[in-house]
């Protein structure tokens, strides 16, 4: 599975890449290579104003030519890919009905 990750208004550390990384392996894994490509995104919708400011959109690619795509926000960019790896891992076993 290939996994992109990318930010808009703030970095993507080797940390957040470390941690989109692992969140997905931990949804995914069972899938194989049912799943060929995630893309992450992570955005500062506010910036400085505050609020529920992060989010996170998942896109991911499966073999049957389908895609599932998942939005969350939260306060937390980390709270946001936790709950987007979580409902992506749900999505995709309704999807390839696993």
């Known amino acids: 599975m290939e996994i992109e990750v990318r930010a808009m208004g703030m970095p993507v ?3 957040m890449r470390a941690h989109v990384e692992r969140r997905l392996a931990f949804a995914l894994d069972r ?3 049912r799943v060929a490509r995630v893309t ?3 955005t500062d919708v506010n910036g400085p104003r505050g609020g529920p400011d992060k989010a996170c959109r998942v896109d991911a690619a499966l073999e049957n030519g389908r ?3 998942i939005d969350e926000r939260d306060l937390d960019a980390y709270a946001a890919i936790d709950r987007a790896a979580h409902r992506l891992g749900h999505t995709v076993a309704r999807r390839l009905e696993c």
């Open 31 to 33: 899938f194989g290579r």
């Open 40 to 42: 992450v995104r992570v």
């Open 13 to 15: 550390t080797e940390g």
């Open 67 to 69: 895609r599932v795509h």
